[in-house]
């Protein structure tokens, strides 16, 4: 089973207006929402895949009601710990004329020690065969929080970045995945493979790199992979990454070759940027294209 | 008592940016979120000048509870009639950088027959002295939902657009307040002063259009006026309509002359235009301006 933590779990409001023109007046067209925060995406992509998963998350107030309502109603397996705070509202606003994809995201609420600490147990009761620890921490939470949960044990694949990131490699993660921009960010190294390396020797197990249109690069104990998508897709690319990161847990799942890992993570990308909200995944794209991503070993 | 009517209240949440950019991810850096609705604000304004009001609104749902915590909290008096549906939302993005403001707003929720009858029959309890019918009507709401109102014989200020305004004439509400763009969508006359002759032929008592910088047009039985702010005034223009509004109903209640209830509105729409939020205005502006607006009799 793969279990999902999200600390800083959201309800992911979506509008819909025809074009967003900043300093003007925009009728919404249509209200969209449901539970998110990145960790909740990875375990959706994954549930819509037939793979055994559940997600644990923080989630308060009437915001994190809403969460809950709307998890159940997905069926998609979660545990919701309870926190004092009000669960934050991240809102996306699609303009259907030139499909710009707009986002505000609320700052988290603050958490205190105890309910960090139960978001921890319950991660640990579950048992899973792998963690994924995905999004940012939310204030309040240990600057290692990460580290902690990765260090149990467990084969673990940590989304973040910054001092969350840098702080969570002493847990030495099975596999790390950052964008280009989080990797320089978290390494001040501008060189891809030299950046990834670097990661690796403070506590990775294997670094893949998110490349947006040019697919993804994974620097590893077995060796350097590039994989690229068959072609460019046009659509919403807010949950692709979390799409990876579930491609990426179900091969580490399976022990799976890092080329077929790969694969897979870059057809779900794909399959993401095509779904109209975060955590969907237009499955018959993963199907037919899946097996058109071209994945090259590079020499290292 | 001046008793304000908002059909389809509001939770208006404030999101501060740094700058809107359409395609982009922004972080929040402040949420703000209080009960809306234009007659929510005009009832705001005039609890803060002191004066004796209270607004009447239908709500429901998770953001109906939020609308009824927080107009408990700002001490506003206001009875909210219960409703099936889900009280909508507005979001205003304030840009630092720039200072523009964008709103998102969603479409109100569909109410029934009887949901109607509530708030008229609430409306009708409190026995004002004067009567605000403001803002759009939910769907399911009859189409002379506001001449109803208007006709139990209280002098009414209404400040609605398109079908609801032209129909609410047939209620002979004391005073419309559209603004230029309103008064020509309604009337398809463009010479603001024929436009609203004609509405004052369809059932209005007096007109009182807004022009946005140019301060307030008035035709009346007793004759047409120009009132101009002294100064330009940058910052938030949302609820400037609404504390005109609230003037102009106050001066309706104390039976003021035209000249003295336009220079009160005039004053306040440019003390809204400095508040924070709509429904806020910055009261030593109010005091210190409210003689510097320039009335002028024009020859009709």
Same mark, same amino acid.
């Given at each position: 089973?793969?279990?999902?933590?999200?600390?800083?779990?959201?309800?992911?409001?979506?509008?819909?207006?025809?074009?967003?023109?900043?300093?003007?007046?925009?009728?919404?067209? @249509? /209200?969209?929402?449901?539970?998110?925060?990145?960790?909740?995406?990875?375990?959706?992509?994954?549930?819509?895949?037939?793979?055994?998963?559940?997600? #644990?998350? +923080?989630?308060?107030?009437?915001?994190?009601?809403?969460?809950?309502?709307?998890? =159940? @109603?997905?069926?998609?397996?979660?545990?919701?710990?309870?926190?004092?705070?009000?669960?934050?509202?991240?809102?996306?606003?699609?303009?259907?004329?030139?499909?710009?994809?707009?986002?505000?995201?609320? *700052?988290?609420?603050?958490?205190?020690?105890?309910?960090?600490?139960?978001?921890?147990?319950?991660?640990?009761?579950?048992?899973?065969? /792998?963690?994924?620890?995905?999004?940012?921490?939310?204030?309040?939470?240990?600057?290692?929080?990460?580290?902690?949960?990765?260090?149990?044990?467990? *084969?673990?694949?940590?989304?973040?970045?910054?001092?969350?990131?840098?702080?969570?490699?002493?847990?030495?993660?099975?596999?790390?995945?950052?964008?280009?921009?989080?990797?320089?960010?978290?390494?001040?190294?501008?060189?891809?493979?030299?950046?990834?390396?670097?990661?690796?020797?403070?506590?990775?197990?294997? #670094?893949?790199?998110?490349?947006?249109?040019?697919? +993804?690069?994974? #620097?590893?104990?077995?060796?350097?992979?590039?994989?690229?998508?068959?072609?460019?897709?046009?659509?919403? @690319?807010?949950?692709?990454?979390?799409?990876?990161? =579930?491609?990426?847990?179900?091969?580490?799942?399976?022990?799976?070759?890092?080329?077929?890992?790969?694969?897979?993570?870059?057809? +779900?990308?794909?399959?993401?940027?095509?779904?109209?909200?975060?955590?969907?995944?237009?499955?018959?794209?993963?199907?037919?294209?899946?097996?058109? /991503?071209?994945?090259?070993?590079?020499?290292?």
């Amino acid at each position: 089973m793969i279990l999902t933590v999200t600390p800083n779990a959201a309800l992911d409001v979506t509008y819909t207006v025809d074009s967003l023109v900043p300093d003007e007046v925009h009728r919404v067209s @249509a /209200v969209r929402q449901r539970a998110g925060g990145k960790g909740i995406n990875v375990a959706r992509v994954l549930y819509a895949l037939g793979a055994d998963t559940r997600a #644990v998350a +923080l989630a308060g107030g009437a915001t994190g009601s809403a969460v809950a309502q709307e998890l =159940a @109603a997905s069926g998609v397996p979660a545990e919701l710990v309870p926190i004092a705070g009000e669960t934050r509202r991240t809102t996306t606003v699609l303009s259907s004329d030139d499909h710009a994809v707009t986002l505000f995201n609320e *700052p988290g609420p603050v958490i205190t020690a105890g309910e960090w600490a139960a978001l921890a147990a319950a991660a640990a009761r579950h048992r899973p065969e /792998v963690l994924v620890c995905s999004g940012s921490l939310p204030p309040g939470a240990p600057p290692d929080a990460y580290a902690q949960l990765a260090s149990a044990g467990i *084969p673990t694949v940590l989304d973040t970045s910054g001092d969350a990131l840098l702080a969570g490699l002493a847990g030495r993660p099975a596999v790390v995945k950052p964008n280009a921009r989080e990797l320089f960010e978290a390494t001040g190294i501008r060189d891809v493979e030299a950046a990834a390396a670097e990661l690796r020797k403070a506590g990775a197990g294997a #670094v893949v790199v998110s490349l947006g249109r040019d697919g +993804l690069l994974a #620097v590893t104990a077995a060796g350097t992979w590039h994989a690229a998508p068959p072609a460019e897709l046009s659509g919403n @690319a807010t949950g692709a990454g979390d799409a990876a990161v =579930a491609g990426i847990a179900l091969g580490i799942c399976r022990h799976e070759p890092w080329p077929q890992v790969l694969r897979r993570a870059v057809a +779900l990308s794909g399959a993401a940027v095509l779904g109209p909200l975060a955590g969907d995944v237009d499955l018959p794209h993963y199907h037919r294209e899946h097996h058109r /991503v071209a994945v090259r070993a590079r020499a290292s």
